[in-house]
Each structure stands twice: as C-alpha cells, then as structure tokens.
C-alpha cells in the first residue's frame, strides 16, 4: 500500500473546511401558495421536492372584532367547509418533512390589532383553529400547522409584537409553534419592526423586490446585498432567506434571473451563518417559471 504523503493532514484539513462550511450555508427554498387556483394542488406543490417552507396564504381578516377570514383564492371556500379537504394535503407534506405555515396579511384585506387584550385574541384563535387547539369548525380540518407567518403589509404596524410573544407561548404546550416573517427590504419594517425586535422568528424572509432602494436592478447586486447586510446583523432570527420573485410577471421590479442568482447573488449572502435559502412569490408563478428547479443545487 502506497504511504500517505507527509503533507497529507495539510491538503486535507482545508478541504474538509471547505466542505463544512459548504454543508453549512446549504440553504432551502419557501415558496407562498394558495393566490391562484391555477397553481396546482398543495399535495403537488409539495411533491415537487423543490421546497422545505410552504406559507399558505392569506389569512385577509382578522383583529380588532372582526370575524377572520380565510382566504385561498380558487382552491376552496373556506366559508363553507371547503378548505378543511386540505386536510390530507397539508398531512402529505408534513409526512415528507416539509413545514406548513398560515401566512397572515398579504397586500390585499381588511387587518389590525388595536390592542394587547386584541393580540392575546388573535392568538387564541390562531391556536385554537390552524394549530394545536381545538375548535368546533376549524377551517383546514384537522390539520396542525407548524407554525404562523406574517405577512403584515396593511393597517396598524402595533402590537404584532405582542402577538408573536402569545402564540410562541403554546410552545410550551408540546409541539413548537414556528414563528417566521416576511418584512420588506427597506430596514427596518415599519409593519414588522418591533416584532422581529423580539427575537423570537425563525425564519425570516425579506422582501428584495416592489422596492427599489434594495433590490435588484438592471445587473446591480449592490443594494441588494447591502440591504442584505443590514439584515443579517441587526435581525435576530434562526435563519434568513433572500424572498424573490419567481418570475418578471410575479412583482414590478427586483426580479433575479437564475444565472445571476447563481453566480453573484448567492456567493455574497451565503457568507452569513444566518443565510438560510431563498423564498420565492409565488407557486403560481414558479410553475410557469421552473425558477426553484433551476436554482435548487445552488440555493
């Protein structure tokens, strides 16, 4: 057997280095569903293989002493029991080990919190209805989601921070409920702000597109990674993740094509331990686009 060259131990340290820190800015892909009917069904969204986050969105209504309202465009009609048929669906991809989060807001819908007392409401109803409470008529059937998403582009911009302290209590009650937030580029969120200020998100994912001052522009990575930068340092959340658009019909601007997410994007954001992959709006429009297969090994 021929002997090991003396230098060995240093060619290999580097490159097992290499390969560690590799591993540990691997990043995964969320991806928003439930805004067009023409998207597919959530079991083939999430048989797709392509995500590991999936927001069911939106939750328009809710706060302030209005009835909630559960809204997924042309799937179902939750109003009348037809939304709990997700309930095998959202079982499918907890089954592969995909989360499933109910995403809060959106920039279409009538929603607030006009008080602590109003949090603590939206909490418990939160709770009992989408996670692990119980509920005579919960919208999605017997389904627990992991966890909650905020989504917050409208109304008030108080109290979501009291909101995120209530519902990471049913924590306590067993199984983990998953706090994650999707803020716009500019630093800080005026919606999202004092929420994300708690410590107590997940994951984030930042909006870097409809806002021009930090996002993609014309072959320009600056502003985006320099925005980028902001949020790594100040935000303290398990992960981060660079939300796009996954196609140039999904948003007005910031748009990334696949070869320049690859090559220049993805090498300066994954130098953050914080990086955690890419979110993508939307389902729909990755479909149409193949956006998360094409970047899939890369993000």
């Not at 057997?1 to 580097?14: E, G, H, Q, R, Y």
């Not at 328009?60 to 209005?66: A, L, V």
């Not at 692990?132 to 409208?154: H, Y």
Request: aromatic share 12%.
């Amino acid at each position: 057997m021929a002997s090991l060259p003396k230098n060995f131990s240093l060619i290999l340290i580097p490159l097992l280095l290499g390969f560690l820190i590799a591993s540990a800015q691997a990043g995964s892909i969320a991806v928003y569903w439930g805004q067009n009917g023409r998207e597919g069904t959530l079991k083939a969204t999430c048989d797709t293989g392509n995500y590991v986050y999936v927001m069911l969105s939106f939750l328009i209504t809710f706060g302030n002493g209005r009835t909630p309202v559960l809204n997924l465009a042309g799937h179902c009609n939750p109003s009348s029991g037809g939304c709990k048929g997700l309930t095998s669906d959202i079982t499918s991809c907890q089954s592969k080990g995909i989360k499933v989060f109910l995403s809060l807001g959106g920039g279409v819908g009538s929603y607030t919190l006009s008080s602590t007392s109003d949090a603590q409401k939206v909490a418990q109803y939160l709770w009992d209805n989408y996670l692990g409470g119980t509920s005579s008529n919960r919208p999605l059937g017997s389904a627990i989601l992991d966890g909650i998403d905020f989504d917050i582009e409208l109304g008030g911009t108080d109290y979501y921070d009291d909101l995120a302290k209530f519902l990471s209590a049913y924590s306590s009650r067993g199984k983990k409920v998953y706090l994650t937030g999707a803020p716009q580029c500019p630093y800080p969120d005026s919606h999202l702000g004092k929420a994300l200020s708690t410590g107590l998100f997940d994951y984030v994912w930042v909006q870097f597109y409809n806002n021009q001052p930090c996002e993609y522009r014309s072959g320009d990575i600056t502003k985006l990674t320099s925005s980028w930068n902001t949020w790594v340092s100040n935000i303290k959340a398990t992960q981060i993740f660079v939300g796009l658009p996954a196609s140039s019909a999904a948003a007005g601007s910031g748009y990334i094509p696949p070869n320049i997410l690859m090559s220049q994007v993805l090498p300066v954001v994954k130098r953050s331990a914080k990086y955690g992959g890419i979110m993508l709006w939307s389902r729909y429009f990755d479909g149409l686009n193949n956006y998360s297969g094409q970047v899939k090994s890369a993000a």
